[in-house]
């Protein structure tokens, strides 16, 4: 089966945690792991730009104290990029943001950045996606059109 095949499977439980007017938390159990997807709602520091949302991808597992945001190679890959896809469909239908921002982890894997570019522009359609490379991070930037 093809990756795109795969990610277009709404096959991950999600759990929402919270869904209100700043805030989006979904989370769903991937093996032993549980994947957190977070969307916060903030103000635009700039006067006349819109607000804009927030997003972080985080996972916890037993026996690791906190939350893990950077790439932890613990298999199932495709399971957790179906659920990211997921989390960001369900949030654009509940709330419509204007503007999305987050920021993935290069460090470790650049091909993980490249897939959620690949990912967002095969799926997320009605917005512009903008890409900033820096050293150890790459930031998206997704603007309704």
């Known amino acids: 089966m093809k990756l795109f095949e ?8 999600l759990e929402v945690i919270e869904d209100s007017e700043l805030t989006y938390e979904v989370e769903t159990k991937i093996g032993d792991r549980v994947i ?4 916060s709602k903030w103000k635009s520091k700039i006067v006349g730009e819109p607000a804009y949302w927030s997003i972080e991808f985080s996972e916890s597992s ?6 893990n945001y950077t790439l932890t190679k613990s ?3 495709f399971e957790v990029f ?3 896809k997921q989390c960001f469909e369900h949030m654009i239908k509940k709330h419509h943001p204007e503007v999305i921002k987050f920021t993935a982890d290069k460090s470790n894997n650049e091909g993980r950045a490249a897939l959620y570019e690949k990912m967002l ?5 009605g917005y512009k996606m903008t890409v900033n490379q820096h050293d150890k991070e790459v930031k998206f930037t997704l603007e309704k059109i």
């Open 6 to 13: 795969i990610l277009n499977k709404n096959f991950i439980d």
């Open 36 to 39: 957190n997807f977070t969307g």
């Open 62 to 67: 037993p026996g690791k104290s906190g939350h």
């Open 75 to 77: 298999g199932k890959e």
């Open 82 to 84: 179906a659920f990211i």
């Open 121 to 125: 522009k095969k799926f997320l359609t």
